[in-house]
């Protein structure tokens, strides 16, 4: 038997925060300006990149050698082959990434193609498609791994949601304190690169243990290993090309990965260096994994244990603690710098290419009023964006906890992330590459990997699955096109990318390109784009300052190149017309026109200026528009683009700010008009041009902005600047000085007006206690007087019965039946009272479950069927085969309270009119229904169907309800004028109305005063099932009248109550044995035989409670009593404590008022 060593939980779970806390302090050094040269070294950045090396890397890959007998995962192979190979797509990445300032993959590759939000967009969410799994998987290695380390072996869910909690919590510490996702995060390379180092000396160790201390060296454990009953099945070939793709992708592609390569690179030296420094730690992480493998197997023979835990189980199952602990905080480091990583990158994605354009149409940051202001809103955003990811991540794990081996969930995210390659690649090298065959393919080839991966792992049960959609063969998911060769994993790379490139390439090559694109690929395809302005002539400037401006401005651009000369003439000539078409286009599309009237040998310049043109047309059209509804709002509105230029404005921005006449025109520095603010002291400080670099900065930086500013005139002014998509700034500015004055004036009547306000609060909140607790005392009340009534009601019912048994009078036992028929009555309205008081106090609970309605139905149909025989009443009842959904309890108290009403208050002797419908008229032949004829009182049970309920309806032709009393009838103790002398408290229909809403069904009635009444209870109609053969269907049998023949201890606080059943069960052969406390029962025991049976009262004095007495004497007085005495515990309290109570001490229950026939029952089931 195989000794395992576990450690203490809090020891381990300590452990766990202080390297999670270690791993913060590390990255708030790193924060530090003094260490930031250390994070900006080289080999930190190279480090960081083993973020590649998760939990997989840390115990997959060793069940993964376990099972291949490989040295080096391919997956591994694919990702150094990318490094050293693809080095030049590396490079020219890097340098677009740092030139465009982008922020992920998602912005590198929408901005490629004409910076589309769609394609940015799906990028984002094929990401956190991709990625949760990969996430979930760490989760569950930590989780595993605490569990084998404690030895708890639990299920994991506890393990599991707590990991998740803390990994929420230190994501959001280390990836949103600050707004810039293109900032370099120094103190998170630092914590990534500590992380990596752990893990390699957690690995290291284990392996050399594994090695040189459980066996002798590499060649001992070699020879060993021929040994091995085990047999290792190498992968397929098409398995390991695919690995090696796949991770020649993933390398380059995974959203982690891609943001530790890119957008925390420093400078392309780092990135040279992590060309040998990766592979070179992908090497050194590797070295063990095959010894640590085989060593596994030759511990564990037989697979008893899972080859995945392998590098955590040889320390323990060997008693090595310290290094279980270090193997332990090695998987963690692993795991947890993955989570991290992950976590903060997609929360970027997904707050600004999801969310922040969803926020942005919203009504409220469109407003004229108000500028929301979104710094604090997207870190927040993002802070969300962690939880739920991870979260998310959590509950995929819960679902994919059956699946045993860690490697198969990699390369399922591995797949999927790989669908961003053909566009990534195409990117960079394919100039006739479009948006929509981008977007195309990528969701294509997520489609189809969704339909040949994940589908068929979510449901391998599935029919579909092994026939193929609707029973097509071809369209197997795990054999697409009949394609059987490969694996599961190789068929799907295979046939996604498949799908993905050919309908990239396709569509590309059919669909036309967009100017924008043209100028995009540009960017990404040519190796200087920048320096291509520089090839337009003075007459190309001269052209498109004629185009766009006047030929003036073309003029004095000719005027100007006689004036310059040098080498930088071209330049200079450019710069001019830059700054010129700024102040007319906007930078955004100055650089777009430049950028392609420069490749003339492409696209001509005419016809780039007349495409322009066209588009300036419509353009302007739409600005006349625009200008139109700017000039007629009350604010004053001012627009400046990226180069700080004003390019749009209003007049009442002029009037606002009394700027003189012609003093505001396009193209004005923004320094101009602070300055000339400055001068005239509406701007005051000290250092003028401080002030105005301090504005600049401000704006450049995109801070959104909001203050009052007071004007000579004494306006007071509301300025809110807010920065756009893109770059620029807008401003609104807003006269408030009425507002201010009338904010003065209402601030001093809302000082009373507050304290008015808080007085009658606090007068309705009394008023409202005083409600809810009468209302309360009135429930208790009613169950508490129901309770005390009961007990000597109880005691009666008992002699009646025992009367009419012994009696031998006619006369003598007429008198005890209307006894009895009176308690009968009284019954019944105390019945009435004590379920108004449980369904007031919400004691009652709902036992809903599916039945046929005839079930419910014909049991009250027999019960009534006498009663109609009786009291000379026509009742009727139709069949109905339907099923309902539904407490079956509560619905039948609902329709027997409608039936009785109908009995109780149908009159006779009178000449009447039926106002039954004719769908709901009995089957039976009437003979001229529509005249008059002597009265028969009617009364008829039925149920009608709709397309999703059924109507149970009570027809009765009685005297009707007026109109006015519809409402009150429903209320408890209401009752009609003409019913007055009918005995009754007007409960039944108070109850009803309470069950229907505790139900959640509808109650209606229908009814013409004179004519009859119809009340109906609409209830859900599910389909009809195989009807269930009840037990309890079957007829009672009846009770014999044999003697018991046994000793019975009753305990009751009340005389009347114990000599009630004292007599009783003498009269079935018992010897009986009273008592009314735990004094008085002990020495009854002690001076009786050892009871059978045990009948006692729930309360009983000094609030002293049956259960619990009856407990005590079974616990402490077995010489007289024997612990397997059966115990009967009767109450008339009908709250659902008191059931709990007796049913957890394992004792049965009976209601009060007790019935001879149901107590004797009970007493031969309990006493067979």
């Not at 409600?771 to 009961?790: G, I, P, V, W, Y």
Request: net charge neutral; proline share 3%.
């Amino acid at each position: 038997m195989q000794a395992w060593l576990s450690i203490d939980t809090w020891l381990i779970s300590s452990i766990s925060i202080a390297y999670l806390a270690m791993l913060f302090v590390v990255a708030q050094w790193g924060q530090n300006r003094a260490i930031k040269k250390l994070s900006q070294k080289p080999w930190v950045y190279s480090l960081s990149l083993g973020v590649c090396c998760t939990s997989w890397a840390f115990y997959g890959t060793v069940g993964q050698a376990a099972t291949t007998g490989a040295w080096l995962a391919p997956i591994y192979i694919g990702s150094i082959i990318c490094l050293v190979l693809a080095w030049p797509m590396l490079m020219r990445t890097l340098h677009i990434i740092k030139s465009q300032n982008l922020t992920s993959i998602a912005d590198f590759i929408a901005c490629r193609f004409d910076r589309s939000p769609k394609i940015a967009a799906s990028v984002a969410i094929v990401s956190l498609l991709g990625t949760i799994p990969y996430i979930a998987l760490q989760l569950r290695a930590i989780s595993t791994s605490f569990d084998l380390l404690t030895g708890t072996f639990q299920s994991g869910i506890s393990t599991a949601f707590v990991v998740t909690i803390v990994l929420i919590i230190f994501s959001i510490l280390f990836g949103t304190r600050q707004l810039s996702a293109s900032k370099h995060n120094q103190g998170l390379v630092l914590a990534i690169a500590f992380s990596s180092i752990v893990k390699l000396f957690a690995l290291t160790a284990v392996g050399i243990f594994a090695t040189f201390y459980v066996f002798d060296g590499f060649s001992d454990l070699l020879s060993q290993s021929q040994n091995i009953t085990e047999t290792t099945h190498a992968d397929s070939t098409y398995l390991v090309i695919s690995q090696v793709i796949l991770g020649a992708i993933t390398i380059y592609a995974l959203p982690q990965e891609f943001h530790m390569m890119m957008i925390e690179n420093n400078h392309h030296q780092e990135l040279k260096s992590a060309r040998w420094m990766v592979p070179l730690y992908l090497l050194l992480i590797n070295i063990f994994v095959l010894p640590i493998a085989l060593a596994g197997q030759l511990s564990f023979p037989g697979g008893s244990v899972g080859a995945d835990t392998y590098v955590l189980t040889l320390p323990l199952f060997y008693q090595q603690a310290w290094l279980g602990i270090l193997v332990y905080i090695g998987g963690l480091a692993a795991a947890t710098a993955m989570v991290i990583v992950a976590a903060i990158v997609l929360s970027t994605m997904i707050s600004t290419e999801i969310l922040t354009p969803l926020l942005l149409r919203l009504p409220k940051f469109n407003s004229q009023q108000k500028t929301p202001q979104l710094a604090g809103m997207l870190l927040n955003l993002r802070r969300i964006s962690i939880a739920v990811i991870l979260l998310s991540a959590f509950a995929f794990e819960r679902f994919i906890n059956q699946q045993n081996h860690l490697a198969s969930i990699g390369l399922l995210s591995f797949v999927l992330l790989s669908q961003f390659a053909p566009a990534a690649v195409g990117a960079l090298y394919w100039r006739s590459a479009t948006t929509q065959g981008a977007f195309v393919g990528l969701i294509m080839g997520s489609i189809v990997w969704l339909y040949t991966l994940l589908l068929p792992v979510t449901f391998p049960d599935a029919q579909w699955v092994h026939l193929g959609l609707f029973g097509i063969t071809w369209l197997t998911p795990t054999a697409l096109f009949g394609l059987t060769d490969l694996d599961n994993i190789s068929h799907g790379v295979f046939y996604s990318l498949a799908a993905n490139i050919g309908c990239f390439v396709i569509i590309s090559l059919v669909k036309e390109q967009s100017i924008g694109e043209v100028l995009q690929a540009d960017l990404f395809v040519n190796r200087k784009p920048v320096q291509s302005e520089r090839h337009l002539s003075v007459d190309d400037l001269a052209s498109l300052l004629n185009r766009f401006i006047n030929k003036d401005e073309a003029d004095a651009l000719l005027a100007e190149s006689k004036k310059i000369a040098g080498k930088d003439q071209q330049q200079q000539l450019v710069d001019y017309t830059r700054l010129k078409l700024s102040g007319v286009l906007g930078s955004a599309s100055t650089r777009m026109v430049m950028s392609a009237a420069s490749r003339t040998q492409h696209v001509p310049l005419e016809d780039v200026v007349s495409i322009v043109d066209e588009a300036s047309q419509i353009f302007e059209f739409n600005r006349e528009l625009l200008q139109s509804g700017v000039e007629n709002i009350e604010q004053g509105i001012s627009v400046v683009d990226a180069d700080m230029r004003l390019v749009a404005w209003n007049q009442r921005y002029i009037e606002l700010l009394n700027y003189p006449k012609h003093f505001v025109k396009a193209g004005l520095h923004v320094e101009q008009l602070i300055r000339f603010n400055i001068d005239r002291g509406i701007i005051v400080g000290n250092e003028a041009q401080e002030l105005i670099e301090k504005r600049l900065e401000h704006m450049r930086g995109g801070s959104p902005h909001h203050f009052q500013r007071t004007m000579l005139d004494g306006k007071v002014l509301e300025i809110r600047g807010q920065a756009m998509p893109g770059g620029g700034f807008v401003s609104t500015f807003t006269d408030i000085t009425a507002h201010i004055e009338a904010e003065k004036a209402l601030q001093l009547a809302n000082e009373t007006l507050e304290k008015r306000v808080e007085s009658r609060t606090k007068e309705l909140e009394k008023a409202k206690a005083e409600a809810e607790a009468a209302n309360s005392s009135k429930t208790r009340f009613l169950a508490a007087a129901s309770h005390d009534l009961m007990q000597p009601f109880n005691a009666l019912t008992l002699f009646t019965e025992m009367l009419k048994q012994r009696v031998k009078s006619t006369e003598l036992h007429d008198l005890a039946t209307n006894i009895e028929d009176s308690l009968n009555v009284v019954e019944s309205l105390l019945s009435d009272l004590v379920e108004i008081s449980r369904l007031d106090s919400n004691s009652l609970k709902t036992e809903k479950s599916q039945f046929a309605i005839d079930d419910l139905l014909s049991t009250l149909v027999n019960e009534f069927k006498a009663l109609s025989v009786q009291q000379g009443i026509d009742f009727n009842y139709q069949v109905s085969s339907c099923f309902v959904h539904s407490d079956q309890r509560l619905l039948r108290r609902i329709i027997q309270n409608f039936l009785s009403n109908a009995f109780h208050y149908s009159p006779s002797g009178k000449t009447h009119h039926q106002v039954m419908p004719d769908d709901a008229k009995p089957h039976h032949k009437t003979k001229n229904p529509h005249k008059h004829s002597e009265f028969v009182p009617k009364v008829l049970l039925g149920v009608r169907r709709t397309e999703n309920a059924l109507l149970i309806q009570v027809w009765d032709n009685g005297p009707g309800i007026p109109v006015d009393k519809r409402q009150a009838i429903f209320c408890e103790f209401e009752r009609l004028e003409l019913t007055r002398e009918i005995p009754g408290l007007g409960l039944g229909l108070a109850i009803c109305d309470r069950i229907s809403k505790l139900l959640n069904v509808k109650i209606s009635l229908h009814s013409e005063v004179g004519k009859g009444t119809c009340f109906s209870v609409e209830i859900p109609r599910v389909s009809q099932q195989k009807k269930p053969v009840h037990l309890l269907d079957i007829a009672e049998e009846e009770i014999s009248r044999d003697n018991l023949n046994m000793t019975v201890l009753v305990i009751d606080n009340d005389d009347l109550m114990l000599k009630a059943i004292s007599s009783l069960l003498s009269g079935w052969g018992c010897h009986v044995i009273t008592a009314k406390d735990q004094p008085s029962a002990i020495q009854q025991l002690a001076d009786n035989p050892q009871p059978k049976l045990i009948i006692a009262d729930y309360h009983l004095e000094d609030d002293k409670n049956g259960v619990d007495l009856v407990q005590y004497l079974l616990a402490q007085h077995t010489d007289s009593i024997n612990k397997q005495t059966t115990c009967v515990i009767c109450s008339a309290d009908p709250s659902e404590a008191v059931r709990q109570h007796t049913s957890s001490a394992q004792f049965s229950f009976v209601r009060k008022p007790l019935k001879a026939i149901a107590l004797k029952r009970i007493i031969k089931q309990l006493m067979p």
